[in-house]
């Protein structure tokens, strides 16, 4: 059902109950409203009616025309004034609004609403929601988060004993670093802090003599022909050519010592 | 000659809906509302001669004027008064 077809049932159901009458009607549709929106054919038609009645009243212009004509030619607006004001005085006095209904809707009526007006809220605001909480950041630590690295300078004032980072590599075998300058000052690698236990075993590897045992258990302990932990080597007779010899009382033990002299404390 | 409700019988309520104007329709229903009535006089007191012969077809004017004149005997026949 539409709205035309609602106030048609509405009115006519208010007219045929006795709640509302037809002066209520011409109440709000006023002839000046007949006369510009009726048709033509329901003009003449209440013209022949109101020459042919004795009486023109209200409700010969209602029944002749007709509520369902009324509705549908009728704005809706003016049709709804009507039956808002038969509904008001049927529910209590004119101009006194019900107290079960809410203001806002008894003063609207069912006009739109205007745009850009005010409008009232049905039901208070609730109230302003706590603002969310953010968390707030802890404050900065003193130390920087992360692994204890000492500063460079420090470490190399603890440990004299060991080599500027400069000396420790080899730089004539590889060549790496040529374009890159390799006079310049390289930056300070961090220095693990060697467990106790780490550094006394690595002390004790330095001392003691190798033995076959100190490799990981996953590692294979393969014997080879060139292996000399056996000492199988000591009976055999191998010729040696003398421009196979090496001349070790040259300066390379120095060398050695320089690069891998290390080599323990580096594992 | 004739009275309002000659000219009414030519300009019936289907010709004054038709081509009369909405402000002189309104007029004629609330003077008749406000009166109670609706006669051919009161009709014709709102919508004056005037007002028909500037809105009303003129051949349904003429018409009402010829039957008019027929009823007092008014004729253009030679020799009959």
Partial sequence: MNVKGFLAAALGSAIELGIGTADDVLRHVTPDVLAAHLPRPLWARLLTACLGAPKVDAQLVVETVGIANLCEHVPAATMWSCLADIAVRALGKPGEQPA??????????????????????????????????????????????????????????????????????????????????????????????????????????????????RRGQTEAETETETSVETGDWRGKEIAVDDSQLVDWSSDNTESRDEDFGDFSRKR | MFAPADVLQHATPDVLANHLPPELLSKVLAASLAAGSMTPERVLDTVTPELLAQHLPHDVLWQCIAAAAARAGVTNTPGKP
Wanted: aromatic share 0%.
């Fill in chain 1, 100 to 213: 079960a209904v809410p203001t806002p809707i008894a003063e609207s009526k069912s006009a739109p609403a205007a745009k850009g007006s005010t409008r009232v809220p049905l039901a208070p605001a609730p109230p302003p929601a706590e603002a969310p909480r953010r968390p707030t950041p802890p404050p900065p630590s003193p130390a920087a988060q992360g692994p204890a690295i000492p500063a460079p300078v420090e470490q190399h004032a603890a440990d004299d004993s060991r080599p500027p980072p400069g000396q420790r590599f080899r730089q004539a075998a590889t060549g790496i670093g040529r374009g890159l300058g390799a006079n310049q000052v390289r930056r300070p690698q961090a220095q693990a802090a060697p467990a106790p236990a780490a550094a006394a075993a690595a002390a004790a590897a330095t001392t003691a003599p190798r033995t076959p045992g």
